[in-house]
Structure formats: structure tokens, C-alpha cells
């Protein structure tokens, strides 16, 4: 596959199809960590290495074990396995290595566990990139792309609703408004404007 092919994939998952701002996935997070830049990104980087990982982890799983043995209906339990246990390494990891990363991301970097978007892009892959049971060309180079491009865009998202989010600490938004309605709003303005994206062809 050229590179023009892993660049169509990147972009269409990071704008296009981006996890949180199109397809609604893992907005936990996204309302919860997004006060501040720092935690987000923290939060976008840990979840990109958790997505990428997994992506390529459930694709050996899904290739070598499911599909031989006709349990692709185990897909989704053994994705969770999958995902739960790179969470579990990645917290562990940072609560020794990083102490203060561990405690601003207090118990949202557990919650990665239950992301629907790391889940979300596993079984996109195997939604993608498998044909009549058997991996296309190139499929776990691509999966591992797309798993990484969600996690960029994952990221993005953060990044923008963290910055709109502390410019607002300085606005003057009426009381009713503040903190959780005004971050809805602000992520649904952001979702209608990734949608200008989903009119490129690429």
C-alpha cells in the first residue's frame, strides 16, 4: 500500500470520522479531563498508546485465534480483555514512573478501560480491514494506522475543547450555563464544524 493509502486513512479518521466529534465515542473523557491542557494531554497521548496497541493486539487475536476457530462472536469480550490489560499496564507504568501524571489523571486513566473508543476502533479494524473471513492486504498495517490516527484525533479533540474550555474560565457565561451546559454546547459546535469535513472526497 503506497503512502497516499495510509495518508487517506489517517485523515479520514482523524476529520473525517473523527471518534468523539463524528462518531461519538469516548466522551467521558472528553467532558471529564478537558478542563485543562495539560491533562488533556496526558489523557489524548495515553489513550492514543492504548488504541494503537490494541489495534494491533486484537488484530493477531482476531487473525490467529477467532477466525481459524469460528469465534468471532468472542470478538468484542476478547477485545475488552485485550484493552483492559494494556490499561491496566499503562496505569501501572505511570503511577511508578510519572506520580504526578497519575494523580491529575485520577480516575479518569481506569475509565480508558471502558472508552467505547478504543473498543470502537478495534472493532472497526476487523470491520474494515477483513473481507469473507480472511485479512485483506496490508490489513494490520492499516489497522495499526487507523488505531493510531483515532488516537491523534482523540487527541485533537481534546486539545480544542481544552483550549475553548479555558479561554472560557475568563468569559462571562451566565450561571446556568456554566461548567457541564456551556462544554455541551461548545462540543456540539465542534462536532457540526468537523462535519465540513465529511463533504471532501478523499
Given amino acids: 500500500m503506497d503512502i497516499a493509502g495510509f495518508l487517506t486513512i489517517l485523515i479520514s479518521v482523524i476529520f473525517v470520522n473523527n471518534f468523539i466529534l463524528s462518531r461519538f465515542l469516548g466522551l467521558c473523557p472528553f467532558i471529564g479531563v478537558s478542563k485543562q491542557l495539560g491533562p488533556a494531554v496526558s489523557m489524548g497521548l495515553a489513550v492514543t498508546f492504548v488504541i494503537t496497541t490494541a489495534s494491533t493486539i486484537t488484530w493477531f487475536i482476531y487473525t490467529f485465534i477467532l477466525l481459524p476457530f469460528h469465534l ?74 487507523q488505531g493510531f490516527g483515532a488516537g491523534v484525533g482523540f487527541t485533537l479533540a481534546m486539545l480544542l475543547m481544552a483550549g475553548i474550555r479555558e479561554r472560557l474560565e475568563y468569559a462571562e457565561v451566565p450561571a446556568c ?12 459546535l465542534m462536532s457540526l464544524a468537523f462535519l465540513g469535513f465529511s463533504g471532501f472526497k478523499i
Fill in 177 to 188: 450555563l456554566k461548567d457541564i451546559p456551556i462544554t455541551f454546547i461548545v462540543g456540539s
Fill in 72 to 145: 468471532e462472536y468472542l470478538r468484542t469480550i476478547s477485545f475488552i480483555l485485550v484493552i483492559a490489560s494494556f490499561v491496566q499496564f499503562t496505569e501501572i507504568v505511570v503511577q511508578k514512573k510519572f506520580p504526578p501524571l497519575y494523580k491529575a489523571f485520577g480516575v479518569y486513566l481506569p475509565l480508558i478501560t471502558v472508552n467505547c473508543s478504543v473498543l470502537g476502533a478495534a472493532v472497526l479494524n476487523t470491520d474494515m480491514f477483513f473481507l469473507h473471513g480472511k485479512p485483506i492486504a496490508g490489513s494490520l498495517i492499516k489497522s495499526i494506522v
